[in-house]
T-cell receptor, first 109, second 116 residues
């Protein structure tokens, strides 16, 4: 079993819609959770971090964490074509970081 | 504020050779982590350096080794290169204190290594 699981996609949404990206993790003692965006040929770019159960909002992005279900999600409101990228979920346990394989998002104009 | 930088950008080596990749951490950061990213996969954690010591390691063999210098820059060394070592190698820096459980990492542009 992989430490972090993501649906590889592609997830296609029309411009202006809400994109919902999901991630599950296996290690119950994981403490920190992150979402990164990676454009083709580029390095990952941090979008958000979340450490406590519940929702955290930053602009058009909302991260949701449910430690009991070992589940993290990212909502992107008012999706734009420039949001088209691969979204990576990362889970940290003190000094080890685990990434999922990423979900490819396509936002269609 | 200077971001994370890596050198070289691209590198071509042959099987059995050794390679050294370099990373300069972002200003104010004291921790460096190294990752290997194969095509179509997420980054795989190699190890982390904090206070010039290895502080956490993923499932990589001992031929992957590293250093962190007093200015917090870091090197990744890979000996006896194999074809499967071809990948994008990413360095990420962060600021953490001893015992901190939560710290964000910021990635450099990466080094593309090709092993022939």
């Amino acid at each position: 079993q992989k430490e972090v699981e993501q649906n590889s996609g592609p997830l296609s949404v029309p411009e202006g819609a809400i994109a919902s990206l999901n991630c599950t993790y296996s290690d119950r003692v994981s403490q920190s959770f992150f979402w990164y965006r990676q454009y083709s040929g580029k390095s990952p770019e941090l979008i958000m971090s979340i450490y406590s159960n519940g929702d955290k909002e930053d602009g058009r992005f909302t991260a949701q964490l449910n430690k009991a279900s070992q589940y993290v999600s990212l909502l992107i409101r008012d999706s734009q074509p420039s949001d088209s990228a691969t979204y990576l979920c990362a889970v940290a346990n003190f000094n080890k970081f685990y990434f999922g394989s990423g979900t490819k998002l396509n936002v269609k104009p | 504020e200077t971001g994370v930088t890596q050198s070289p950008t691209h590198l071509i080596k042959t099987r059995g050779q050794q390679v050294t990749l370099r990373c300069s951490s972002q200003s104010g950061h004291n921790t460096v982590s190294w990752y290997q990213q194969a095509l179509g996969q997420g980054p795989q954690f190699i190890f982390q350096y904090y206070r010039e010591e290895e502080n956490g390691r993923g499932n990589f063999p001992p031929r992957f080794s590293g250093l962190q210098f007093p200015n917090y820059s870091s090197e990744l060394n890979v000996n006896a290169l194999e074809l499967d070592d071809s990948a994008l190698y990413l360095c990420a820096s962060s600021f953490r204190t001893s015992g901190s459980l939560a710290y964000e990492q910021f990635f450099g542009p990466g080094t593309r290594l090709t092993v022939l």
